[in-house]
């Protein structure tokens, strides 16, 4: 790391000062520039981009206090170390409010300055380190979705086509037994793409952008099509969802398609699970200044050792065998979409009774 | 001449375009195949087709579109019914999120989805054709 010189800019109006700092650290491996006033160090620093920038607070022209709010300005990861007259301690606790890393009192003994360098030089090499490692996360994170989509959702899209072809190709000659199976493969492969397609959505959405694209939009429609993409599941189980008039219900700010995502993926829960014939209540309300939205279900529940965790990407809640697998992100997401749009989720479950989730978004202060 | 209707595939995935050729073979069309847009675009340049089934997502990104928009400023060729394939529904949510259905991204004629439903895909593209050769003879 430290192959090339660490680079050092000392700003002071004090020629003796500037000169002793030198000589302190003639001996260590730095590569050191002075300026005697705050507009030829801020200069210096645009110029070099040092690693470490040493500043006096009291000096005639541009004060220590405006050159430190440059430097942030010009790189925020440039470590900035104040230099201040004994009596003015409290302007040195200001300059770090401002962003300075640490001060050094006047007058300070050679072994102060050389440790506080070493200090501050640490403190940049951390920050470079930071910055670094931040990176790699993010391009790991982009690259496990592309090979994600790539090299998994491609191959098993045409294995999922050429499925079809095949069963159109045999169809006629296929006994019941082998038209079943076929039927089986697709619906696991059809299951996997799913699968792909959640995670893909997790990784790659950043719901904090969503709020760029907010309009005015209505619940009752949010809540009225997740219902209707719900329905043919609940049918399949003999579940009624029984559904609170959302109508009177003022317009909030938001983004419609990942509300309805999100109000879907409770729904979807609470279908899976409810038992047979059980019954699911969409509920509204409005309080204050929120609006809120209940999925109620009587099924399994959940146990109060699993609720803190429900919400955490890949937790999946599924002991009963009766309950199909299922990727445990679908209320990760939902909680991101709704804290995108300054709302909350939350869960009150008692095992063996059921489940109610609720929404809270808030409603615009114009709508009220 | 063949009174055959003629199909341009334009799709980067060699293994996907089999299986959709074998249906439209077997239906009697004449199939045939693009691996890359730029090898569409000069096929169609070249010779005559009655239905273009175009992958929107190949490459790197949607280069399917580019092409798409090309054709439908192209004053001849944008007489060819275009029908767009995608899986895209999933990836227009992370490219447009908030839009689970597709936006109007791009002018075109149909949309199947993957995977493609053997006849959904023939009712499909026998409509488009019989629809654009009823308005060449208006």
């Known amino acids: ?368 | 001449m063949s009174d055959q209707n003629k199909i341009l595939i334009i799709d980067d995935d060699p293994d996907y375009i089999d299986g959709i050729r074998k249906i439209l073979e077997k239906a009697e069309y004449l199939v045939s195949v693009a691996h890359n847009p730029k090898d569409g675009y000069q096929m169609l340049l070249s010779s005559q087709y009655d239905l273009v089934l175009l992958d929107i997502m190949m490459g790197r990104g949607a280069e399917g579109i580019a092409l798409a928009r090309k054709l439908r400023k192209d004053p001849i060729l944008r007489i060819i019914p275009l029908l767009i394939i995608t899986g895209i529904r999933e990836q227009i949510a992370f490219l447009f999120p908030g839009q689970p259905v597709h936006p109007n991204f791009v002018e075109m004629d149909g949309l199947l989805e993957k995977p493609i439903e053997p006849k959904v895909l023939l009712k499909k593209v026998g409509d488009l054709i019989q629809i654009s050769k009823e308005k060449l003879h208006e």
């Open chain 1, 1 to 368: 790391m430290i192959s090339t010189k660490s680079r050092l800019v000392i700003i002071d109006d004090e020629e003796v000062v500037l000169d002793s700092c030198k000589l302190i650290l003639r001996n260590e491996n730095y590569q050191i520039t002075t300026a005697p006033n705050g507009e030829a160090g801020l200069r210096l620093i645009e110029k070099d981009k040092p690693d470490l920038v040493f500043v006096d607070l009291k000096m005639p022209g541009l004060s220590g206090f405006e050159v430190i709010k440059r430097i942030n300005e010009i790189d925020p990861n440039i470590v900035t170390i104040v230099l201040t007259g004994f009596s003015t301690v409290s302007s040195a606790v200001e300059a770090m409010k401002k962003g300075a890393y640490d001060f050094l009192p006047k007058p300070f003994s050679p072994d102060e300055f050389r440790l506080i360098a070493r200090r501050g030089l640490e403190r940049r090499i951390l920050v470079l380190e930071t910055i670094k490692l931040k990176r790699e996360k993010d391009m790991l994170r982009e690259q496990f979705a592309a090979i994600v989509s790539h090299e998994l959702k491609s191959p098993l899209g045409v294995v999922q086509q050429n499925l079809y072809t095949l069963e159109e190709d045999l169809s006629g000659c296929l006994n019941t037994e082998q038209i079943l199976l076929l039927e089986k493969l697709k619906s696991k492969i059809t299951d996997l793409m799913n699968l792909i397609h959640t995670w893909l959505r997790i990784i790659s959405v950043d719901v904090s952008k969503l709020k760029d694209s907010f309009v005015n939009i209505s619940i009752e429609d949010v809540v009225t099509k997740a219902v209707e993409n719900h329905h043919l599941l609940a049918q399949k189980k003999g579940i009624e969802i029984e559904l609170d008039s959302f109508h009177t219900f003022p317009a909030i700010n938001g983004d419609e398609g990942t509300l309805v995502e999100a109000v879907g993926n409770l729904l979807g829960n609470a279908i899976k699970f409810s038992h047979q014939y059980g019954n699911i209540f969409v509920k509204g309300k409005i309080q204050d200044e929120e609006l809120e939205i209940s999925v109620i279900d009587n099924g399994i529940g959940i146990s109060k050792e699993d609720i803190p965790y429900i919400f955490d990407d890949f937790y999946s809640y599924s002991r009963d065998e009766n309950v199909n697998q299922s990727s445990g992100l679908g209320l990760a997401i939902s909680k991101r979409i709704i804290e995108a749009h300054d709302g909350e989720i939350s869960v009150v479950s008692e095992l063996g009774q059921g489940s109610k989730f609720s929404i809270k978004l808030p409603i615009p202060s114009s709508a009220q």
